[in-house]
């Protein structure tokens, strides 16, 4: 089981950036899969999943209506599309599966 997140990077406030996350190992369709971020100094924070059950997605309040999770099957891929960033969404991003969590992405934002 493996994850691998990349895609991060520095951009200026009002761009985007899209990052990827690899799955291996295990299909990501039969499990609810996320994506999280730690800024320096503050703990991890879940922003944006896609419930396995029923399909639902979920975004944290700071990221919504910029932020749009997506999953291909069948590149049994996820990704995160982040639009209007702003530099408090800088951060390590990671996908996360079940207990799975992958090597983070580093995003950074200038002003």
């Known amino acids: 089981v493996q994850l691998q997140a990349y895609g991060g990077g520095l951009v200026q406030a009002g761009g985007s950036l899209k990052l990827s996350c690899a799955a291996s190992?295990?299909?990501?369709?039969?499990?609810?899969i996320g994506w999280f971020r730690q800024a320096p100094g503050k703990e991890r924070e879940g922003i944006s999943c896609?419930?396995?059950?029923?399909?639902?997605?979920y975004y944290g309040d700071s990221v919504k209506d910029r932020f749009t999770i997506s999953r291909n099957s069948a590149k049994n891929m996820m990704y995160l599309q982040m639009d209007g960033l702003k530099p408090e969404d800088s951060g390590i991003y990671y996908c996360?599966?079940?207990?799975?969590w992958g090597r983070g992405t580093l995003v950074t934002v200038s002003s």
């Open positions: 996360n599966v079940g207990s799975a």
């Open positions: 896609i419930n396995s059950k029923d399909g639902k997605i």
């Open positions: 190992g295990f299909d990501l369709d039969d499990y609810t």
